[in-house]
Nanobody, 126 residues
C-alpha cells in the first residue's frame, strides 16, 4: 500500500520556523517529482512548492519564495519543506504529494499529483 505521511506541523509564532517531512512507503518515489500544497479554512487548496525527481528543478508560489525550501532525500524516500519567517497567512493544513511525472510538468496543478498525504496542521500566531 502506497502511503505518504507528513509530520512536523505545529504552532509557532510569526517569524518562527518549522520543517515538514513527508515519508513515503509502499514504493520508491525517486523517479517522481514531488510537491507541497496547503489549504486554509474556507479556501481552495493551493500550490506551495515542487521539486523534480532530479532534485535540480524547484518551483515556489510567489507568497513563499525566499522563505520556504523544498528538498528530498531519495535514500530515505522522504521530502521536506523548510519554512522560515513564517507569517499568520501561512496557517493551513499542508499536504505532500507525488506527481505522475518526473519533471516539473504542470507542477502547480493538483491534478498532476497521484498520491497525497493526509496533511499536517501549521498554525502561525501573530
Amino acid at each position: 500500500q502506497v502511503q505518504l505521511v507528513e509530520s512536523g506541523g505545529g504552532s509557532v509564532q510569526a517569524g518562527g520556523s518549522l520543517r515538514l517531512s513527508c515519508a513515503a512507503s509502499g514504493r520508491s518515489f525517486s523517479n517522481n517529482a514531488m510537491g507541497w500544497f496547503r489549504q486554509a479554512p474556507g479556501k481552495e487548496r493551493e500550490f506551495v512548492a515542487a521539486l523534480t525527481s532530479s532534485g535540480f528543478g524547484t518551483n515556489y508560489a510567489e507568497s513563499v519564495k525566499g522563505r520556504f525550501t523544498i528538498s528530498r532525500d531519495k535514500a530515505k524516500n522522504t521530502e521536506y519543506l523548510q519554512m522560515n519567517s513564517l507569517k499568520p497567512e501561512d496557517t493551513a493544513v499542508y499536504y505532500c504529494a507525488a506527481s505522475r511525472y518526473s519533471t516539473g510538468y504542470r507542477y502547480y496543478d493538483s491534478g498532476t499529483y497521484e498520491h497525497w498525504g493526509q496533511g499536517t496542521q501549521v498554525t502561525v500566531s501573530s
